[in-house]
């Protein structure tokens, strides 16, 4: 069965920092396309970054510069470590496959929480 | 980078026929795939159309979906409504290394 399950949120300081894990079972991850999506309490879905299976990476303006993603082929696990965390960035953060033909998520995990505050 | 603009929210009664649009701000709506999520309360996003007018296995044919290169918009369709349709819907394009998410559509079945 093709599935992601996420995890690591948490609360965290303003300021601090957080890995998310991603582990995918019956397909690669290295092979695919994977995204990370979030969103925050009753707000819309907002798109966050994504790893080509290529290795590049792109990040959503919001998070570029505090957010990295990356994969460990080895674990077939997705990360997106988080730092410098603000208030804003409290949120459901969903990982995803990619559809590379259609640009489209095929596959979504359940959802890790991570809240920012004091 | 463009925007997804959808409708806050839409109703309708059980049997009728609903339609969400999902206009595109900038570039257009046909240069790049349109997908459609369902997302019911507390659970994640699952896909109703991708490529713009394609059903999953498993999405009834109620569903459908497609766009309108004269409105620059893409329109899920969802006919003989069900309660359990009750959710919400995202229209989600891409473009240059970006993904786009429409702002969603709260539909209510009274």
């Known amino acids: 069965e093709v599935q992601l399950v996420e995890s690591g949120g948490g609360l965290v300081q303003p300021g601090g920092s957080l890995r998310l894990s991603c582990a995918a079972s019956?397909?690669?991850?290295?092979?695919?396309?994977m995204s990370w999506v979030r969103q925050a309490p009753g707000k819309g879905l907002e798109w966050v970054s994504v790893?080509?299976?290529?290795?590049?990476?792109y990040y959503a303006d919001s998070v570029k510069g505090r957010f990295t993603i990356s994969r460990d082929n080895s674990k077939n696990t997705l990360y997106l470590q988080m730092n410098s965390l603000r208030a804003e960035d409290t949120a459901v953060y969903y990982c995803?496959?990619?559809?590379?033909?259609?640009?489209?998520?095929?596959?979504w995990g359940q959802g890790t929480t991570v809240t920012v505050s004091s | 980078n463009f925007m997804l603009t959808q409708p806050h929210s839409v109703s309708e009664s059980p049997g009728k026929t609903v339609t969400i649009s999902c206009t595109r701000s900038?570039?257009?709506?046909?240069?790049?795939?349109v997908q459609w999520y369902q997302q019911r309360p507390g659970s994640s996003p699952t896909t109703v159309i991708y490529?713009?007018?394609?059903?999953p296995s498993g999405v009834p044919d109620r569903f459908s979906g497609s766009i309108d290169s004269s409105s620059n918009s893409a329109s899920l369709t969802i006919s003989g409504l069900k309660t359990e349709d009750e959710a919400d819907y995202y229209c989600?394009?891409?473009?240059?290394?970006?993904?786009?998410f429409g702002g969603g559509t709260k539909l209510t079945v009274l």
């Open positions: 490529e713009d007018n394609q059903r």
């Open positions: 790893i080509y299976s290529g290795g590049s990476t």
């Open positions: 019956g397909f690669t991850v290295s092979s695919n396309y």
């Open positions: 989600q394009s891409y473009d240059s290394s970006n993904w786009v």
């Open positions: 900038s570039g257009s709506i046909a240069s790049n795939y």
């Open positions: 995803a496959r990619v559809v590379s033909s259609y640009y489209g998520m095929d596959v």
